[in-house]
């Protein structure tokens, strides 16, 4: 398969949320950079996304947990984490 050299829309589109998370490869995250550089829709797009996220991740730390939701959230993810290995 050719390594593609830039990205378009379509791509960054499919791939924004994981920029957003830093879930890429640094070319990867490279090519999304560049294709944000030149094109405003796209941008405006991130830039939204980017607001949403932040104004989420900012609220959820607000929120008061109980000791055993943050136990089952946390058995749950070790128990997906060894789905993923095996």
């Not at 398969?1 to 960054?12: A, F, G, K, T």
């Not at 830093?22 to 607001?51: D, G, N, S, V």
């Not at 607000?62 to 089952?72: G, V, Y």
Request: proline share 2%; with cysteine.
């Amino acid at each position: 398969m050719r390594q593609m050299d830039r990205y378009d829309c379509e791509h960054v589109f499919k791939r924004l949320d994981d920029y957003l998370d830093r879930e890429l490869t640094p070319q990867e995250m490279k090519l999304i950079e560049e294709h944000l550089e030149i094109c405003a829709w796209c941008a405006e797009t991130y830039q939204f996304q980017a607001e949403v996220l932040n104004a989420v991740r900012s609220r959820l730390q607000r929120i008061p947990t109980s000791s055993r939701l943050l136990a089952k959230v946390s058995s749950a993810l070790k128990k997906a984490q060894g789905e993923v290995s095996d």
